[in-house]
């Protein structure tokens, strides 16, 4: 353990500004304005595998954006971890709401984070995550260290679906073959209190058009005369909870995984603060699914959320016209056992029967993908718990994510491998919004910790042999 810290106090500035150029490129995935800078991101992430020491890296074209393929492989008597990442980025919108530009990264003191968090799009999710494995190999390669082979998996798309990836899983599973799958795209309960990621929430987003006369009208001539399709498409969205929350789609929670009292009991074991929560959102309410806490609507419960709305006149001053179209789009969180594919079919069916006649609704779907849970009793997991309990003091806490990687189940599904989820990232860092951030501590913690990751599972799989 010294010898990690030491290499790993050595290098720190330097660690810290390689990330810190990483993200001054925006590559945002879901605009194709961004095209190149996605590319060169791509790029830059070979170039730093190589570095780090891979034997092998390249770049891996797909349909969509590529994927960066880097291996170290010392023998074929040990196992092999793969570990998986992103290098693409969500849209930095709004960009009046951020304090410092979104790819211009500055480190700032915080509260939660004394040490210095780096402010910039991607920083915890998941350039910030997905560097530390990058530099976890480097300190393995540098210090003879490295107990096991490793391959790493990084693409362009996940902020999009991940479709090239599937793609590219399908075609190259004799490549890809591993052990396990080693991923860091989620979170921890604290800096203080590490938990590991076993459940996952699925996902179906899909945009909703309403369309009403053939062209913009004039309220005042046509008002009270012909339908208003943001006014309808408001009633039809408003119509899809009742009044304790609960998703009204037929057929919604015919899967649903209801877990058991004593496993909702152990979940509440984890820290939280109602209070705290509430204050850190500006909140003075909590909201959601009656008879759930709010942990457990966030996590073992579906949702179903508007993302975004718009239509008609939004400019400035004032326009008295009643749209032609209005647009909503519209994603649903999913637990385990729910087929996205069939949720999907389930609300574009109920959400046509809804609509009055006077409009006519098209819904297209984006993209999606299947929960997932890992079980506790694998040594993966262990091996996940002995690294935080060595780098951190404590015992880590197992912990169900509201959030989904939709690839998760298709590795299980294609390579047959179970998921690790080592997430550095915190609830606050506000990952998808202005502001986001990757505290300094977390992401050295996280450097140190992976290598202890890789020495336990090493040694557990020698004993299961």
Known sequence: ??????????????????????????????DPAYKNDVLKTADAVKLALEKAGCGTVEICETPGYPI????????????????????????????????????????????????????????????????????ALELMTQTNQLPCNVKF????????????????VKRNQGKLANDIVLISDTGMI????????????????????????????????????????INILTKMIASLHDENNHIVIPGFYNNVEELSLEERA?????????????????????????GYTTNERNSIRPTLDVNGIWGGYIGEGAKTVIASKAYAKISMRLVPNQDWHEITELFTEHFKSIAPKSVKVKVTPHHGGQGYVTPIDNIGYKAANKAYTESFGVQAIPQRSGGSIPIVSLFEEELNSKTILMGFGLDSDAIHSPNEHFGIFNYLKGIETIPLFYKYYTELSKRNL
Request: proline letters at 7%.
């Open 266 to 290: 152990e979940m509440a074991k984890a820290p939280f603060l109602l209070e705290g929560y509430q204050d850190a959102l500006d909140i003075d309410e909590v909201f959601g699914e009656k």
């Open 190 to 229: 604290s800096n203080s209190q590490p938990s590991i990621t076993t459940g996952l929430r699925g996902l179906s987003y899909v945009e909703v058009e309403i369309t009403g006369p053939n062209r913009d009208l004039h309220s005042g001539l046509y008002g009270g005369a012909v339908a208003n399709p």
């Open 1 to 30: 353990m010294q010898h990690i810290q030491s290499y790993i106090s050595e290098h720190k500035d330097r660690f810290i500004n390689e990330l810190i150029e990483l993200l001054k490129t925006p590559s945002i995935s879901a």
């Open 68 to 135: 960066v393929y880097g291996e170290k492989i010392i023998s074929e008597d040990l196992p092999t971890i793969l570990v998986y990442g992103h290098y693409d980025v969500q849209p930095a919108d709004p960009i009046e709401l951020w304090d410092s530009p979104p790819f211009e990264p500055i480190i700032k003191k915080t509260d939660i984070h004394p040490e210095g968090a780096i402010f910039a799009r991607g920083a915890c999710d998941d350039k910030g995550q997905m560097y530390m494995h990058v530099k």
């Open 153 to 168: 998996m990084i693409e362009g798309e996940e902020e999009v679906g991940s479709e090239s990836l599937s793609w590219y």
